[in-house]
């Protein structure tokens, strides 16, 4: 505990920047989630974690912590719990606000941001799962993630968290929330949090608990070295349309998919887009990336190579349906 103390201190200079925040600060502002939910005609209790983001009582958390319970409760860092509601929640993104109900103001933590994350750069988790015993963890980031859930920024570390630190914080150098903690993987090697600029973009709609994202309606693989080869499209990058779903905004356009699988036989047969509005495409979740950083109802113009051939369409984004 105390090497991380130290490392926080000496990220910051006093007379370029504000003074970090203390760990210790900053856990008091993460709490933790109970929740009770129907399933299989009976009750079941769960937890989580969250972040205080407001002294009113507003916490951050993970879609996947609240988003079927029945009622919900907070555990304040001093032990006493206060009910708390829904206020939005985005599936997608695995996001969720609650507000707690408090007559005094809670202490908060402050969210700064993921894009000026390089590779190697320290990273602190801080959670409520049951089997952290020791307090925060420490790790270091690895990369952006973009394919894991398509389009959705999610920042891999090797900072070790648990089941039940989900919707949890991790922290940069200076005690900073820069992503919410939403998964781990089987081996507990690598953990997943959606980048804070992401949340910092859905905030406005999640407190109004609508939260619409943009789509444009297909199935889609990436264009991998292997496969363009098999394919006969070397040198070539990009993603091959599988399905351009029925009644979506890329089939009404006149984009075509080969009618395989996203995963299975080769697909043959249907576009490869190349590019969007100009920018190239390189895999399915930056493509995906790039739609969801529009709005619904915008239009973009989409590149692609149809039997060799260059066309181009004008696709106007759509409602994704809920997920």
Known sequence: MAAVLISLSLAVTAAAQPAAPSLGEVDRAVVLISVLVQ??????????????IDPDGLILTAAHVVSRAQALEVTLWTG????????????????????????????????GTAAA????????????????????????????????????????ASTRVWPGDSGGAMLDGRGEVVGL??????????????????????????????????????????????????????????????????????????????????????????????AIDGEPVTTFGAMAAYVLSRRVGDAVTVQILRGGEPLAFTVVLGERPNV
């Not at 590779?119 to 894991?148: C, K, N, V």
């Open 39 to 52: 399933s299989g005609g009976r009750t079941v209790r769960g937890s989580g974690s969250g972040i205080i």
């Open 117 to 156: 994350l390089d590779a190697g750069a320290p990273l602190i988790a801080l959670g409520r799962a049951p089997r952290r015993q020791a307090g925060p963890t420490s790790g270091a980031f690895i990369d952006l993630d973009l394919e894991a859930r398509p389009g959705v920024p999610n920042l891999r």
């Open 181 to 274: 903690i939403v998964a781990v993987t089987r081996d507990g090697a690598v953990s997943l949090s959606l980048s804070i600029d992401a949340v910092r973009r859905l905030l406005p709609d999640l407190l109004t608990g609508a939260v619409r994202h943009p789509w444009i309606g297909i199935a889609g693989r990436t264009l991998t070295p292997d496969l363009a080869a098999t394919l006969g499209l070397a040198g070539r990058s990009g993603v091959l349309v599988i399905e351009a779903l029925p009644g979506g905004p890329a089939a009404a356009a006149g984009v075509r998919g080969s009618g395989g699988t996203a995963s299975g036989e080769i697909p043959r047969g249907g576009d490869l887009i190349v």
């Open 80 to 111: 006493q719990a206060l009910p708390a509601r829904l206020v939005g929640v985005d599936p997608l993104f695995d996001a969720a606000l609650i507000r707690a109900e408090t007559s005094v103001p809670l202490p908060t933590a402050p969210l």
